[in-house]
């Protein structure tokens, strides 16, 4: 069982830079696909961007494409999303997932294709 904590989260001014780590014990990260998701006050959580074991192969949902990135470093054990051009509808705690069998088949948006989760970092954007 691997354990997430999430960290890197703040408050920025929309059009600023924020880079948010996640941290893995327990497991190696090699073994997991990796996710972030997001979640606003009275909304759904949803998804953000995936990336797989390998890191060759890396999915985001329309509304970050071309701002944010995700990455991982295995020998840190660690994922990370880089969030540029932030707007202010990005302000939500963001959390992230771990999956721990693949399945070449899914792009990993939905939550119910991860096992673990961390417990989320605040990150809110003002205007």
């Known amino acids: 069982q691997v354990q997430l904590v999430e960290s890197g989260g703040g408050l920025v001014q929309a059009g600023g830079s924020l880079r948010l780590s996640c941290a893995a014990s327990?497991?190696?990260?090699?073994?997991?696909?990796m996710g972030w998701f997001r979640q606003a006050p009275g909304k759904e959580r949803e998804f953000v961007a995936a990336?797989?074991?390998?890191?060759?192969?890396?999915y985001y949902a329309d509304s970050v494409k071309g701002r944010f990135t995700i990455s991982r470093d295995n020998a840190k054990n660690t994922v990370y999303l880089q969030m540029n051009s932030l707007k202010p509808e990005d302000t939500a705690v963001y959390y992230c997932?771990?999956?721990?069998?693949?399945?070449?088949?899914?792009?990993?948006?939905?939550?119910?294709?991860?096992?673990?989760w961390g417990q989320g970092t605040q990150v809110t954007v003002s205007s």
């Open positions: 327990g497991r190696t990260l090699t073994t997991y696909d």
């Open positions: 990336i797989r074991r390998s890191g060759r192969n890396t």
């Open positions: 997932a771990a999956r721990r069998f693949p399945d070449g088949s899914s792009r990993y948006t939905s939550a119910y294709d991860y096992d673990y």
